[in-house]
């Protein structure tokens, strides 16, 4: 039997690892120490306990980690949260979930070893969400995952496809961050998955396509399809392509830059687009659909013929301040077609392309 000078529950002091109850006034109290084991889960918790007038008194904080919810403190309203917790408008405090504590939460959910762990606020509420990649590598850097989902309030696997991990990143939208996953049934095409977070749920996006990439402010993915090379007198197309095709992000989904098909005299009429015809184009070469996109890309199908065979390849231009430049992916094999995703495609005018550009 101890003394201990204690309240009764009124007010909360949070300490480094344990959070003990306390009143605003103080009285004398007799407690009894250590009299009830705490066991979470099957796992021993090694802080004191209270036994006072047939009620133990336990570490607020290490009862509730173990049981994976965050806990804060808020110094100007004496409020201990558990679980959920309010927004910082700092940026510290409560809301800032440590990633420790989501790694654990994880680590509650799923026995497998965890492969890319990924701690951030997604959606810009004050608290930190994660996004996990989880798998057996078994020694290879390809390996069948899962995607998972963690905030204080548990963990969710949002993808278990059976397939091979290919890479993973996030994109930073200034007001949001999306979580991008790229997987693989190990031959020659891939596919791409991206998620927004909205109301504590990850949000799986469409229109996503393969290897989805965000960079320089842009999100681009790919289209594959067979369609390089053919015999003359044949009836089909083999040679694999990729094409790569430009998104943006409407604040709720994916939507792309569709192609508007314009003439040669609508083309060469833009300042710069002979001189930049001229470096890209080969001699032989026969020019077929012109696409012009709202971001100022500028598709050109080309055609030509090589030891009896059909060729189908493309030159990509873009309009940038006004004047027609060439990128440094200017040539690809295959040929481009107006959307990769007609019902997510927007097209704008000519004109408005043109002032949209310049």
């Known amino acids: 039997m101890k003394r201990f000078i204690a309240g009764l529950i009124a007010g909360i002091m949070i300490t480094a690892g344990t959070t003990y109850a306390f009143a605003e006034s103080t ?3 007799t407690v009894i120490f250590d009299r009830i084991k705490l066991v979470v889960d099957g796992t021993p918790i090694s802080q004191q306990t209270l036994l006072y007038n047939g009620t133990t008194y336990v570490p607020l904080r290490a009862a509730a980690e173990a049981l994976g919810k965050a806990v804060g403190y808020d110094a100007a309203t004496n409020t201990a949260y558990i679980g959920k917790q309010p927004q910082s408008s700092t940026g510290s405090g409560p809301a800032a979930t440590d990633g420790a504590l989501l790694r654990k939460v994880l680590s509650q959910n799923t026995a497998e070893p965890i492969q ?8 810009m509420d004050g608290a930190n969400e994660v996004f996990a990649i989880t798998g057996d590598v078994n020694g290879s850097s390809d390996y069948d995952f ?4 963690v905030t204080q309030s548990g963990a969710s696997k949002i993808e278990d496809h059976g397939n091979l991990y290919a890479g993973s990143s996030v994109a930073d939208l200034g007001s949001q961050k999306l979580m991008i996953v790229e997987g ?4 020659s095409d891939s596919f791409s998955m991206a998620w927004a977070v909205e109301n504590e749920q990850a949000r ?3 229109h996503t396509g393969q290897d989805l990439t965000y960079a ?3 999100f681009t993915t790919a289209l594959g399809a067979f369609d390089y090379s053919k015999m003359d007198g044949d009836d089909f197309f083999t040679g694999h392509t990729w094409k790569r095709y430009y998104l943006y992000w409407d604040k709720t989904d994916f939507k792309e830059y569709g192609g508007i098909k314009i003439s040669m005299d609508q083309f060469l009429s833009l300042p710069g687009a002979q001189g930049a015809l001229s470096k890209v184009i080969n001699s032989g070469e026969q020019i077929g659909d012109i696409y012009f996109r709202g971001n100022g890309i500028i598709n050109i199908n080309v055609s030509s013929t ?14 940038v301040n006004g004047t027609v430049t060439i990128p440094e992916y200017s ?11 007609p019902d997510a495609a927007t097209y704008m005018s000519f004109d408005e392309i043109v002032r949209a550009n310049s």
């Open 27 to 29: 009285m004398n109290i």
């Open 116 to 123: 890319e762990f990924y701690v951030d606020d997604f959606d």
């Open 146 to 149: 899962c995607v998972w989902f």
């Open 184 to 187: 693989t049934g190990g031959g």
């Open 204 to 206: 799986e996006l469409t």
């Open 216 to 218: 320089n402010g842009e």
């Open 306 to 319: 090589d030891g009896g065979f059909l060729l189908n390849e493309n030159r990509t231009l873009r309009l």
């Open 331 to 341: 040539a690809d094999d295959g040929w481009y077609a107006a959307a990769a995703f």
